[in-house]
DNA sequence: CTGATTTTTAGTACCTAGTCCTAATATCGG
DNA sequence: CCGATATTAGGACTAGGTACTAAAAATCAG
C-alpha cells in the first residue's frame, strides 16, 4: 500500500539527505511510484537534480582544500606600546576567525593576537615563545572586537615573562602567560643560549 | 603560433588538477584546439570526464564528513583519526609561517596545529578550547615538517584532556596539555548529516 | 454516486557533457 | 613529395535530467 504524498516527500527528503547520489530512477523503484512524482516531488521540496547535488557536494570540498591559513604579519592592530613594559592591540573578529558551525572564534586566533602582542612587547624583535599557560574564559563570537593588554611581569637572564588579557567589553575572554625568550640573532636554532 | 601537443597535454592536466569543474568545451577554447582533440588529450592521459571528476571529488567529500569536524577547519592535513582516542597531522612550514629574521617558525602557528588537531579529535558537534598548557621545546625552521601527536588521556562529564606532541623528525619542538569543553550535538546519533 | 479536484502517469522535445566511431584534412619530419 | 602523426568534423548514442502537455487514476465534497 503506497503511502500518502506527505510521507512520500518526507521520506525522499530524508533519502535524498543521507545520500545525494541516489537518482530519481532509484528513487522511484524504491518509493514504488513513477519517475514523473519522483520529479514533482523533488519540484515541490526544491531539491535540485543528481547533477546539481553532487556538484555542490564537490565544490564543498574544494572550498575547503583552497583553505591557507592567511596569519598576517602581526595579528591584530597594536594601538599601544611601550616598550619592556606593556602593549594594547585590538583584533576584530570575522566570519574567517570561526568554526563555521558555531559561529565562535578558533582559539589560536586569539593565542596568536596575545603571543605576537607578547613578541611585540619585547625590546628585541628575536623574542621566541618558550612556554606559555592559557586560559579560555568565555567563547569569544563573530563581530567581537578582542582587545588585549599585554604586561611585562618579569625577566632574567634571557628570559621575560608577559602576561596577555583578552577582553570583549569588560568581559575577560583570555588569559595567558608567556615565557618569551629572547633569542640571539645566530642562524642555528638548536642551542639557545641567552645572551642579551 | 599553438604549442605542441606534449606541452599542451602537460598544461591540461595541472589545469584539470587545479580545477577539475572544467569542461571539455572551456578546455578547448583555452588551448585553442577543437573539443574533440580535448577528448583525444583526456584519453590519452586517462582524465575521466568533467561528471566523473565532480564525482569523485564529491565522493571523497562525503567521506570525510564522517569526521566531527569540516577539514577546513584544521589546520595542517590530518593523516590519521582515531575519535576521542588520538590523531596525527601535518604541517609543512614554509616562508609565510617563520620570523623573516631568523627562519625560525612563529609559536602560533605550531599552537595553531596542535589546538585544531585536539579540536578535530574529538568526537562532538562542539569542542572549544578552555585551558592549555603549552611549551615549545626546540625552535622549529622553515622547511620543516611537523607531526604532531593527539592523545586524548582523560575525560569526564563536558571536559576532556588532549596531549599534543609535536615532533620535527624525532626531535619534540612542541607539547600541549589542552582541557577541551566538549558539547554534545543536540541530536544524539551517529548518523550524520549531509548538508544539501 | 456524481462531479470536481488533486495526484499520478505517460509521452514529447530539448539540454549538457559527454562516449564511440569513422572519415577527412593538416602539419611535420625525412 | 610521401607517409606518419595530429587535428578536426560529423553522426549516432548515452545518462540524467528540464519543461511542457495531456490523459488517466485516485481522492474528496456534497
Known amino acids: 500500500m503506497r503511502k500518502s504524498k506527505k510521507e512520500r516527500q518526507e521520506r525522499l527528503q530524508l533519502t535524498i539527505q543521507e ?13 514504488n511510484v513513477s519517475v514523473q512524482t519522483i520529479r514533482l516531488d523533488r519540484m515541490e521540496l526544491s531539491i535540485p537534480e543528481l547533477r546539481e547535488r553532487i556538484k555542490y557536494v564537490a565544490e564543498k570540498n574544494m572550498q575547503d582544500e583552497v583553505r591557507s591559513l592567511p596569519i598576517e604579519e602581526v595579528i591584530g592592530d597594536i594601538i599601544d606600546i611601550e616598550l619592556d613594559s606593556s602593549a594594547i592591540s585590538l583584533f576584530d573578529v570575522k566570519k574567517e576567525h570561526v568554526f563555521t558551525r558555531n559561529g565562535i572564534a578558533r582559539g589560536h586566533h586569539l593565542f596568536a593576537q596575545a603571543n605576537s602582542l607578547a613578541v611585540a612587547v619585547i625590546n628585541d624583535e628575536m623574542a621566541l615563545t618558550g612556554k606559555a599557560e592559557i586560559k579560555f574564559t568565555q567563547p569569544v563570537k563573530e563581530g567581537s572586537r578582542v582587545i588585549a593588554k599585554a604586561k611585562v611581569t618579569g625577566s632574567e637572564k634571557g628570559w ?26 645566530s642562524e642555528k636554532g638548536e642551542k639557545h643560549e641567552a645572551r642579551n
Chains 1, 2 share one sequence.
Open 19 to 31: 545520500n545525494p547520489f541516489v537518482t530519481d530512477e532509484e528513487l522511484a523503484q524504491e518509493f
Open 160 to 185: 621575560t615573562t608577559v602576561v596577555v588579557s583578552s577582553f570583549v567589553g569588560s568581559d575577560l575572554v583570555f588569559r595567558g602567560e608567556f615565557t618569551m625568550f629572547r633569542a640571539p640573532s
